[in-house]
């Protein structure tokens, strides 16, 4: 719901260069030094290209808010194609674009009113197409986001659909008769299934004298998958982007494809002390049993997967990646979602047990990343910790005192673990969660509906900072949200140049993370696990240097020694490749001062 490889470097040469690169990394500065690399076969190029999504850093775009090109006040395409060399610099591999389809906006894209075009707020697919083709120049790929649960109520589909019974697009979607309805009297609606945005999830159509199911705005009617007729339509849709050399998709609301078939109402959550749990909006809070994660999303990811593996090109080499947005209760879950060896459905599931855990607790952070790295076969986990929906990190783990330094705490774990790595645009200059204040001032619909319990999303989506001056360099014109104060502090410009700043960290362990063996593919082994203070943990690779990791979960310092863990670390030794900015160098292993939130990255010599 969306609401709540690179090219690894021979091991030699990474080895060399990371020696050579030790110090500038250690003073947190912003690149490795270049070094020479021996030219990879067809074959081994052919196999990077396959394979690029393993290691990936995937960076999210909200466009509306991104960068405007224009001069109206609402990021766009040509703004994203302008800031490319910046998402090239920082070392991204794919850039996720939120929903830039024709669209009312009443969900700011999430209703989409035509599949196959570029809403013109955004631009033109004559811009989308020069973005792509820029951004292959620079090996970044785009990622399209597929909304499948639903479309606009201005769709032509559903403007059928709704034009009489009869209609042949009226099984696109899910229509029902009222409970008690009459010819004089409409009745109640089917069930109690509720929309994730307030109230009843069915709204009532006095032109044809039915319900229509919404598991989000009334304004986006769910589309029925039990209708061979919408398979076939979206990978017609599919197939048009990547006709037009997208990277893969990132499938939203992708567990709320199916109900019940009976319609049984949906339990309702109690308290401890036995009482309805009621939400922001008013309503009891129900337990999603019969609108979400039902067996038949299966079937039709393993499809669309099939689908998606057929395309290839010379022009668009690699992989075509499928992310899902999957919120799941437990690590069995995730790793269904990427489907049995012989019926693949994602490549990328997010792991959304890790991303909200919304507090720096070791216990739990060691069991998930455990989980994750260990209960999922030989599949790639996905990272994240941020997105479009969520309050920014600042709120959900920043201690107003310590964020930039938890911040780094935060991106440490993303970056230094196994596998993909997703961020959102942002969160490596540590921009700040900033809701409306009134009402009146609220623009996501949620927050009018919520208010005061739930402020919306606008806090999240406000625009990128790219400068202290006017607009923070977004706009010239009056932004679409407000910029907030604080970007005449965090901003690019003032952090690209500071060695010190969480930009430089940023860029500092994605080079790590493309660059160093033990990074690239190694296995991760937590250390210290007695340790509720500190997370510690151990990346090794055949042949290279392992390399040890260990943040400070804490506002006090910690000592850890890495070596009474078990892992079978002998060596006394360790060469920095990355710290807290200002902290000292370990001299052994077996003792490894942190400061307040403080990190330690090194190679075990």
Not at 9 to 33: E, H
Not at 63 to 71: E, H, I, L, V
Not at 123 to 147: N, P, Q, S, Y
Not at 346 to 351: A, G, K, N, T, V
Request: glycine share 8%; with cysteine.
């Amino acid at each position: 719901m969306h609401w709540t490889k690179c090219i690894p470097r021979t091991i030699l040469s990474c080895a060399l260069g990371l020696f050579s690169g030790a110090v500038a990394l250690a003073a947190g500065g912003q690149n490795l030094p270049a070094h020479q690399t021996p030219q990879p076969s067809h074959e081994a190029s052919a196999a990077s290209e396959r394979n690029w999504w393993k290691n990936a850093v995937i960076y999210e775009i909200y466009p509306r808010s991104f960068q405007d090109s224009n001069g109206d006040g609402i990021g766009d395409l040509n703004g994203i194609t302008q800031r490319l060399d910046y998402l090239k610099d920082l070392g991204v591999d794919a850039i996720w674009l939120t929903p830039c389809y024709p669209s009312p906006q009443v969900d700011f894209g999430y209703d989409i009113s035509d599949y196959k075009n570029i809403d013109p707020r955004y631009g033109t697919l004559k811009d989308f197409d020069r973005l792509v083709a820029e951004a292959g120049k620079r090996h970044i790929r785009v990622i399209m986001d597929m909304v499948m649960n639903h479309t606009s109520d201005k769709h032509e589909w559903f403007m059928q659909s709704r034009s009489s019974r009869g209609n042949p697009y009226r099984d696109w979607y899910m229509w029902h008769d009222g409970k008690g309805e009459t010819a004089t009297d409409k009745g109640a609606p089917p069930n109690n299934w509720q929309s994730y945005f307030g109230h009843s999830a069915w709204q009532w159509d006095s032109g044809t004298r039915q319900y229509y199911y919404h598991k989000f705005y009334i304004q986006q009617p769910d589309l029925n998958w039990d209708n061979p007729k919408v398979h076939e339509a979206f990978k017609d849709i599919i197939g048009f982007w990547l006709k037009r050399g997208v990277g893969g998709f990132r499938f939203d609301a992708i567990t709320n494809l199916f109900e019940d078939p009976k319609l049984a109402d949906e339990g309702i959550v109690k308290n401890k002390n036995g009482n309805p749990v009621i939400n922001a909006y008013g309503d009891p809070q129900l337990d999603d049993s019969k609108t979400n994660n039902l067996p038949g999303v299966h079937p039709v990811m393993q499809e669309m997967r099939a689908h998606v593996d057929t395309f290839s090109s010379d022009k668009f080499p690699g992989t075509r990646v499928l992310i899902g947005e999957t919120y799941m209760e437990n690590i069995a879950e995730l790793a269904r979602m990427y489907g049995p060896a012989d019926k693949p459905e994602f490549h990328l599931p997010m792991d959304t047990q890790v991303a909200f855990i919304n507090k720096l607790d070791v216990a739990v952070f060691r069991a998930r990343l455990t989980g994750v790295e260990t209960q999922i076969g030989d599949n790639t986990p996905l990272l994240l910790f941020d997105n479009h929906d969520n309050p920014r990190l600042d709120a959900r783990y920043g201690d107003g005192v310590h964020d930039t330094d938890i911040q780094r705490a935060i991106a440490t774990v993303l970056f230094a673990s196994r596998g993909a790595a997703l961020f959102y645009y942002g969160d490596e200059i540590g921009m700040k969660t900033t809701p409306p204040t009134r009402k009146e001032d609220v623009k996501d619909p949620i927050g009018v509906t919520g208010w005061p319990r739930e402020k919306g999303r606008d806090g999240e989506r406000t625009p990128m900072q790219w400068d202290g001056g006017a607009n923070a360099g977004f706009s010239k014109a009056t932004p679409w949200l407000p910029v907030p104060p604080s970007a005449a502090t965090i901003n690019v410009e003032a952090e690209k140049s500071d060695p010190n700043s969480l930009l430089a960290w940023y860029r500092s362990l994605i080079r790590l993370k493309k660059t160093n063996p033990a990074f690239t593919h190694g296995e991760n082994t937590m250390l210290d696990t007695g340790n509720m203070k500190v997370l510690s943990w151990l990346r090794q690779a055949a042949g290279a240097p392992a390399v040890v990791v260990a943040v400070n979960f804490t506002a006090e310092p910690q000592t850890v020694n890495l070596t009474a863990s078990g892992a079978g670390l002998q060596a006394a030794h360790v060469k920095t490749l990355l710290k807290t900015p200002g902290a000292a160098d370990p001299v052994s292993l077996h003792r490894v001062a942190l400061g307040p939130y403080g990190i330690y990255i090194g190679e075990v010599r």
